[in-house]
């Protein structure tokens, strides 16, 4: 079960009931934690009698162009031959790394449209591509370029990105941060799960309510979040007996998420993030001020301290959601 998730999960069910239809496409967006991978996962779980072609976009592999295509169309690529010569010539040398001329990247994504329409002759087929906004640019407009032209095609896509992402002309849904009640839905799913895997005696069967709550605000209505928190509880924090941990755990799938952005980043704005991360009044000023007179090599290395996530954009106060250096 998907807590919070109902309104996306209709909207998956939607594309692939109507993946002869037209129109077959979809972007979800939300931060990292939102459930934007569990949502492909709970497509390709319900896409019965359909080919599932399934890709991620991987940011080692951003400055490789068409590296994520190459990953997601080559269990179809035996169906090549049903493309004209100047389309299959251009796929095939874009695809072994030899890139595409400006003035030719209308023909190379109608080969890929082609290629596509190729491989849903036999049965529809289900194209995802999770994170599609992190691997190599050329990509993501070649599947959006797809993603506006499937009328009448048994051919759905689904792309998932970050909150910023936006392709034209496909519809798009934004995930929102999870209630109480529905955080606290995750967090009874995540007991019971750890319940089955360490055992009765060591877990209480059910939570107790006002760790639920609190443990709800940690969280932040990030599902990942809260995955987190669930995992490193003692039986007597999930019974309200001892104090709840004050963040999600640096060292949890989310934590790693953010860590990993944060690597990627500029060393200086690296620096930034740090300061406003440490930065006790949320005041602007006294960040610009800090900016002014820190070193510009920073002596306190983001990586070595627990990864800064204000988890402001869906409603968390910062005492709550950051994460302190330690």
Do not use: K
Request: hydrophobic share 40%.
């Amino acid at each position: 079960m998907l807590r919070g998730r109902d309104d996306e999960c209709r909207a998956v069910r939607g594309l692939l009931d109507g993946v002869t239809d037209a129109d077959g496409a979809l972007l979800i967006r939300g931060e990292p934690g939102s459930g934007r991978t569990a949502l492909v996962r709970y497509a390709h779980r319900h896409a019965e009698g359909r080919t599932v072609l399934a890709g991620s976009g991987l940011a080692e592999e951003a400055a490789l162009p068409y590296a994520g295509l190459q990953r997601l169309v080559d269990p179809v690529l035996d169906r090549l031959a049903a493309l004209p010569n100047e389309q299959r010539e251009l796929l095939r040398r874009a695809l072994a790394g030899e890139g595409c001329p400006p003035g030719r990247q209308l023909t190379l994504s109608m080969a890929v449209l082609g290629l596509l329409a190729a491989a849903a002759r036999d049965r529809p087929l289900l194209t995802t591509m999770d994170d599609v906004d992190r691997g190599d640019p050329q990509t993501a407009q070649v599947l959006a370029f797809v993603a506006r032209r499937l009328r009448h095609l048994p051919v759905a896509v689904l792309l998932t990105g970050d909150v910023a992402t936006t392709v034209d002309g496909i519809p798009a849904h934004r995930l929102r941060a999870l209630t109480e009640r529905e955080s606290a839905g995750v967090l009874t799913d995540r007991l019971r799960q750890l319940t089955e895997r360490e055992g009765a005696d060591r877990l209480p069967e059910q939570p107790a309510a006002s760790a639920l709550i609190a443990l709800a605000a940690i969280g932040g209505g990030n599902p990942q979040a809260l995955v987190d928190l669930a995992e490193v509880l003692t039986p007597g924090q999930w019974r309200g007996e001892e104090p709840l941990p004050a963040a999600p755990p640096a060292d949890g799938a989310l934590g790693r998420a953010y860590r990993d952005r944060l690597d990627r980043l500029p060393p200086e704005t690296r620096r930034m993030l740090l300061l406003a991360a440490l930065d006790e009044d949320g005041e602007p000023g006294t960040l610009i001020r800090a900016a002014g007179v820190a070193a510009p090599t920073s002596t306190r290395s983001p990586r070595r301290r627990s990864p800064v996530w204000s988890g402001w954009s869906h409603g968390v106060s910062p005492s709550r959601s950051r994460w302190s250096a330690r």
